[in-house]
């Protein structure tokens, strides 16, 4: 069976960035599970699993565009460091939850420390980069009904209710 709209995919990854420093790999796991065209995965490499069977291995580059985005300067802010009330320490790195003004939440990197401020970064930590990922497809099969409607895989490596 080869990987199809509304497949059931999964694979085994190496992800590394373009100085061949490893960022993530599923080595040692279950193989990484997701629903082919549901956007469960980034665009680029979904792209290239198209039409791609169990066994098949692959190396693949993917851009920015088609990964997590361009970094977005207007999500880099220089907070004043009284936003931090009841943290004492602020390190480079550290992660926290901003407010939208529509009432949500998003994630946010300190990407520097001064007396009075601090800068924030919102962007995906992988935003700006070109990834790559080496692939081995482990299994292809039909998505069930259940999976299908919930736009998931389920059981290992996927998603579990």
Known sequence: MTITQNSAVSFHYTLTDDQGQQIDSSAGQDPLAYLHGAGNIIPGLEKALEGKSVGDQLNVEVSAE????????????????????????????????????????????????????VTVDGNHPLAGKTLNFDVTIADVREASEEELAHGHIHGPGGHHH
């Not at 990964?67 to 480079?92: H, K, M, N, W």
């Open 66 to 117: 088609e990964g997590y985005g361009p970094v977005q300067q207007e999500l880099i802010q220089e907070v004043p460091r009284e936003a931090f009330q009841g943290v004492d320490t602020i390190e480079v790195g550290m992660q926290f939850e901003a407010q939208t003004g529509q009432g949500g939440a998003v994630p946010v990197t300190v990407t520097a420390v001064t007396d009075e401020t």
